[in-house]
């Protein structure tokens, strides 16, 4: 394995398990090498680097799109092309979401950015936290900082740009904590969101501000704990491919 593919996998590692630990803030307090203490459950890794581990919720495996639907309108399945294992927006027929609902999760996204086309797109955790897709690649005319690829749009910008040549596929690997809201809507804690891109870190455990808007300041509303993954329909033929997903613990 190259050093680089260690310190990506490493990095997301790390980032698992401190969101994980503040789940388990809350459990029994072990002595230390306590004989009794559960030992941590088995997963068995993808044979390969971007292949999904045997926890892993497989969303798009590049032949159909029998796990998604469309948000709006909902009438039939999405639009969308399959070819070559990859699934092309077909534009203006509308943005996709996964019939399953999450929350806390680590996600792996493959997407390359169309020849001739902006290849604006976006990830959305939730339903409403852009992490942004976009072709940065040497850009002649480029967007604003915080619209990037890597960007949580509007909120936050990634600490380095790492965009490959247009046409060539990009990865995201991220880990995304929910907010936790309490009964009366304010946030008791907001979400946050770890990104890899291309096996480099770009946002480390980056607060989320709220819901992403377009040139406004973002704000919370409070939503369910757990809501579809979605993939924004915006006018520009982008692909995407080997999506998986592990949903974390509570």
Not at 7 to 27: F, I, M, W
Not at 198 to 204: Q, T
Not at 216 to 232: F, G, S, T, V
Request: hydrophobic letters at 35%; a positive charge.
């Amino acid at each position: 394995m190259k050093r680089s593919h260690f310190v990506a996998g490493l990095s997301v590692a790390v980032a698992v398990t401190a969101l994980s630990n503040v789940a388990r803030s809350a459990e029994k307090v072990w002595k230390v090498h306590a004989k009794d203490r559960p030992q941590p459950k088995i997963v068995t890794p993808g044979d390969r680097l971007g292949d999904p581990p045997s926890d892993a919720i497989v969303l798009f495996d590049g032949k159909d799109l029998s796990k998604w639907e469309r948000v709006a309108p909902k009438e039939g399945a999405p639009k969308w092309k399959i070819k070559n294992g990859a699934m092309t927006i077909a534009p203006l027929t509308g943005s996709i979401q996964t019939k399953a609902e999450f929350g806390d999760c680590q996600l792996h996204i493959e997407w390359r950015a169309a020849k001739g086309s902006r290849s604006n797109s976006g990830v959305f955790f939730m339903s409403q936290y852009e992490l942004q897709v976009y072709g940065s690649y040497k850009n002649s005319n480029p967007i604003y900082s915080d619209g990037v690829a890597g960007s949580m749009y509007g909120q936050q910008v990634p600490l380095v740009n790492v965009c490959r040549p247009t046409g060539e596929w990009e990865v995201f690997d991220t880990v995304f904590r929910a907010p936790r809201f309490g009964a009366d809507g304010k946030v008791l804690q907001p979400a946050r969101i770890t990104v890899l891109h291309n096996g480099v870190l770009v946002l480390n455990d980056a607060e989320i501000k709220g819901f992403t808007v377009h040139g406004k300041e973002a704000k919370y509303r409070k939503h369910p704990p757990k809501m579809p993954l979605q993939l924004q329909d915006h006018r520009d033929p982008v692909s995407f491919r080997n999506i998986w997903i592990r949903p974390l613990g509570e």
